[in-house]
Nanobody, 126 residues
Framework: QVQLVESGGGLVQAGGSLRLSCAAS????????MGWFRQAPGKERESVAA????????YYVKSVEGRFNISRDNAKNTVYLQMSRLKPDETGVYYC???????????????????WGQGPQVTVAS
């Protein structure tokens, strides 16, 4: 089992920045590619970004390219999502996820994650 605990959510003004963290425990962190998802009120959960186990490869959905940055620190068993120029429609619950498969599949939707975090709320005020 892998336990994922996110932190860093909160309220931010439109155009502002926020960094989410996700601490993993339970198994070897570097065995897993990681991703971030979000779910807006009344909408389906969607992928935002993903990163390979080594951190050498990252993937983003088009809507966040150039504004969001996913990274990881395997020594700290933590994955991060740095979000900038946030928009009100990006309000929602943000989930961290781990997969024993390929990070790319987390973005394409070809494979569901093996583990999920509980998700911090991110509110972007207009």
């Amino acid at each position: 089992q892998v336990q994922l605990v996110e932190s860093g959510g909160g309220l931010v003004q439109a155009g502002g920045s926020l960094r989410l963290s996700c601490a993993a425990s339970g198994r070897t962190f570097s065995d897993y590619d990681m991703g971030w998802f979000r779910q807006a009120p009344g909408k389906e959960r969607e992928s935002v970004a993903a990163i390979s186990w080594s951190g050498s490869t990252t993937y983003y959905v088009k809507s966040v390219e150039g504004r969001f940055n996913i990274s990881r620190d395997n020594a700290k068993n933590t994955v991060y999502l740095q979000m900038s120029r946030l928009k009100p429609d990006e309000t929602g619950v943000y989930y961290c996820a781990a997969t024993s498969g390929t990070a790319r599949f987390l973005v394409t939707g070809d494979r569901e994650p093996d583990y999920w975090g509980q998700g911090p709320q991110v509110t972007v005020a207009s």
